[in-house]
């Protein structure tokens, strides 16, 4: 069991380095895990994890996760909370904004050419 959160598009980087295969010239979205698996106290492999799927977006870095759905803006906390069921936006505003911030420079800078998410507007 290891704390550092990773995703299933961590698996392909992973299983390269282990078989000392590269990678295709282009960015993806994973990262290797071998560092993550040796260690439990390796640094994450991702300072942020992003979602989208449909209306629905999210970002999550360290406990903190943020979950839009159309107008909808939902604030957790999930070493406080991880049932996330406590909406931690009135309390902790900025942290809302810095992961609304990260999300919209994802949806722009990273993936914004991405003809799967280009209707994904950013949120103001």
Known sequence: LRPQPVTSMDILPTLAELCDVDLPEKPLDGKSLVTTCQSSSAKPPHEQLYWVYQEAWAVREGPW??????????????????????????????????LIDRYNHWII????????????????
């Not at 159309?70 to 070493?79: K, P």
């Not at 800078?109 to 103001?124: C, L, R, S």
């Open 65 to 98: 996760k943020v979950i839009g759905h159309g107008e909808e803006i939902f604030l957790a906390n999930l070493a406080q909370d991880p049932t996330e069921t406590t909406d931690f936006s009135t309390s902790n505003p900025h942290m809302g904004e810095y």
């Open 109 to 124: 800078d990273d993936i914004g050419m991405d003809e799967n998410v280009q209707k994904q507007a950013p949120v103001n």
